[in-house]
């Protein structure tokens, strides 16, 4: 059975500090993987999808990397902003399925 | 686009009520997803849909039941609500040629007394 676990739960930060938040799943065979924001009160957004055959995404400050073989991903956040302060969750989709298996989140704080 | 979106925002049931949560996407998607989320456990899949015509169990479907309508509307059934069903229940939708990104709408805080 598929687990995904964020280490850490809580992350505070001065702004302008590079950050990494770290993804870690049980097992390999997925079919993508997906990071979100989430702001207090709010639904989720989708911040970027790894397919199973790339090894990383990028969109303006994010950057995403999967590595299957060791079933982990980090997402790399360039020169935090108080704005990017929620929580952000991964969420991944085992091969074969639609189904997605969410981890807990790590809650970011950017310091201004 | 509106993208997903959910109806009602908010709801307090009291015990052994009965109520509907609506979920709609036009994004023309042919997957869609209902979870909830609690404190400390994530988002958990309760239900969901692959297509039209079809619905499968998740992790969590004890004490609900799921209509796929359509391909826009996929809705979510309380018979006889439950203090542990207090929560915040999120629709998503998805579809293959988008490599299955999930979008979301902006959830039902529900709460049952």
């Known amino acids: 059975k598929q687990e995904v676990t964020q280490i850490p739960a809580a992350l505070s930060v001065p702004e302008g500090e590079n950050l990494v938040l770290n993804c870690s799943f049980t097992?390999?065979?997925?079919?993508?993987l997906q990071w979100f924001r989430q702001d207090p009160g709010k639904g989720l957004t989708s911040l970027l999808l790894?397919?199973?055959?790339?090894r990383e995404q990028t969109s303006g400050r994010l950057n995403a990397s999967l590595d299957k073989s060791s079933g982990r991903s980090t997402l790399y956040i360039a020169a935090s902003q108080p704005g990017d302060s929620a929580t952000y969750l991964c969420?991944?989709?085992?091969?074969?399925?639609?189904?997605?298996?969410f981890g807990t989140g790590t809650r970011l704080k950017v310091l201004a | 686009n509106a993208g997903v979106t959910q109806t009602p925002k908010f709801q307090v049931l009291k015990t052994g009520q009965s109520m509907t949560l609506q979920c709609a996407q036009d994004?023309?998607?042919?997957?869609m997803y209902w979870y909830r989320q609690d404190p400390g456990m994530g988002l958990r899949l309760i239900y969901y849909?692959?297509?039209?015509?079809?619905?499968d169990k998740g992790e969590v479907p004890n004490g609900y039941n799921v209509s796929r309508l359509n391909k826009r509307e996929f809705s979510l059934r309380l018979e006889s609500a439950a203090p542990s069903q207090t929560s915040v229940y999120f629709c998503?939708?998805?579809?293959?040629?988008?490599?299955?990104?999930?979008?979301f709408g902006p959830g039902t805080r529900l709460t049952v007394t």
């Open positions: 998503a939708s998805s579809d293959e040629r988008e490599n299955y990104e999930q979008y």
């Open positions: 097992d390999s065979a997925i079919y993508n």
């Open positions: 790894i397919q199973s055959s790339q």
């Open positions: 969420a991944v989709s085992s091969s074969g399925t639609y189904k997605y298996i």
């Open positions: 994004m023309n998607h042919n997957s």
């Open positions: 849909s692959a297509s039209e015509g079809t619905t």
